[in-house]
């Protein structure tokens, strides 16, 4: 299954803001829209990703402010990002091995989508299902 395949079930919508607000305006972005994560874009240019993990380490473990703190303090810029062609074993190693949720999904340097680790395993537990009841049915079949 590709990344591609994961966008067109769940739709390819994106969630962004600009860096130069305030870190408790971005997470009343994440918090209106169910995110756990925002991608930070200007002129049309991914800039970078904020997490809800980026608030936690950044912001409330370090005693600072959320409405004083711009994103761009504390922002992460260096974005991994996946290919629509990309394949979601690629995807997972990606996420377990640099240990992040969302990937920015750039095609041709634009953003068509991001998946995020909830979208991968979705999608494994439905392949793994696909296989099982091919299996099942096989053999099954087989013994009559």
């Known amino acids: 299954m590709t990344v591609n395949q994961i966008l067109s079930t769940k739709g390819k919508e994106v969630h962004s803001i600009v860096s130069t607000i305030t870190v408790y305006e971005a997470l009343k972005v994440m ?3 169910n995110i756990g994560a925002v991608l930070i874009i200007e002129d049309n240019v991914l800039k970078g990703v904020l997490s809800e993990r980026d608030y936690a380490r950044k912001i409330v473990l370090k005693d600072k402010s959320s409405k004083e703190t ?18 979601i074993d690629y995807c997972m190693e990606l996420m377990t091995a640099r240990r992040i949720r969302h990937l920015p999904v750039l095609l041709e340097g634009e953003i068509v989508g991001v998946v995020s680790i909830g979208d991968v395993v979705k999608a494994i537990i439905e392949l793994q299902k696909n296989t099982i009841q091919y299996l099942d049915s096989y053999i099954s079949g087989s013994k009559m």
Not at 70 to 87: C, G
């Open 31 to 33: 918090g209106e829209k």
């Open 70 to 87: 711009f994103v761009h303090e504390i922002m992460e810029r260096e974005v991994i990002t996946v290919k629509p062609s990309d394949n």
